[in-house]
């Protein structure tokens, strides 16, 4: 399926394309063997001929596919939308480190995501929902801007019965049974087993993770324990272009997952 040479995109058959709002749509993609190559937390180039590139998470893993949760908001990602089922779209990758459940394994482990952010994590969510024996529990807090910005509502629906889940809309818009505000204000709440070897990934817009790390830090969470998506411009996907450069770091090969240790210390 992949390419020999890193550069040059290859043909991926689009399976199937989910709707989840107006504007954000996963297109699941061909791709053999995808449970053993890729991770949760890579991305991928998609490629559209005179239109350009667009980084983007992978936001599923099959036996033999990939999904990408895409939203129309750029001249790239606005073309792909005209492509259906059946077509093929032009990918590269995969790219990043991603999340690596050793890291995690036999951990109590907290998972807190908004809007898009939930995109590289709900790999992550997935694998524990349906292996609760590789962890000592787990907690997934999401939070969106409304109910009609929910994205896998059927993920979410098995997390509630399988797992520790929690959601809040920043507004749910006089819709009934939605907690009205942001993650950052669940955190407290949590009450971890043993605050030492609790981990924790963060992912979402830079001031949710922010505060949510404070949040985490305050619970007692030590830095060493914590992870995050460094989300970023990424053009090239391989050190070259410079454009995802911070400081000595190149967000497309030392992340885009980060441990906060090291991502509290790159300064742009």
């Known amino acids: 399926m992949a390419a020999t040479n890193t550069y040059i995109p ?11 709002t107006k504007k954000e749509y996963t297109f699941r993609m061909e791709y053999p063997d995808a449970l053993h190559k890729i991770r949760p937390g890579q991305f991928f180039e998609i490629s559209m001929p005179k239109f350009g590139e667009a980084p983007i998470s992978v936001s599923g893993i099959g036996d033999n596919s990939i999904d990408f949760t895409i939203r129309d908001v750029g001249v790239v990602t606005d073309e792909v939308f005209h492509y259906f089922e059946g077509k093929s779209l032009l990918i590269r990758g995969p790219y990043g480190n991603g999340f690596v459940y050793d890291d995690y394994n036999g951990s109590e482990l907290i998972v807190v995501a908004g809007g898009t952010g939930v995109s ?12 609760p024996e590789d962890v000592d529990g787990i ?9 009609d910005d929910i994205l896998f509502r059927d993920d979410l629906d098995y997390w509630k019965d399988h ?16 907690r009205e505000g942001f993650v950052t204000a669940v955190v407290p709440e949590l009450t971890p087993k043993d605050l030492n070897t609790t981990k924790a990934i963060v992912v979402g817009p830079p001031p949710m993770m922010r505060f949510t790390i404070m949040g985490l830090l305050k619970l007692g969470i030590p830095e060493t324990n914590i992870w995050l998506s460094q989300e970023r411009k990424m053009c090239c996907g391989l050190g070259k272009c410079g454009h995802c450069k911070i400081g000595d770091t190149y967000v497309c090969l030392d992340g885009p997952v980060f441990p906060y240790t090291k991502s509290k210390t790159m300064i742009d």
């Open 120 to 131: 590289p994590v709900r790999g992550v969510i997935d694998h524990y929902a349906h292996h």
């Open 163 to 178: 797992i520790d889940f929690r959601m809040t809309v920043d507004s749910a818009k006089g819709q009934p049974g939605y």
């Open 139 to 147: 907690t997934a807090i999401v939070g969106f801007k409304s109910p």
């Open 10 to 20: 290859f043909p991926s058959k689009i399976l199937e394309i989910i709707r989840h």
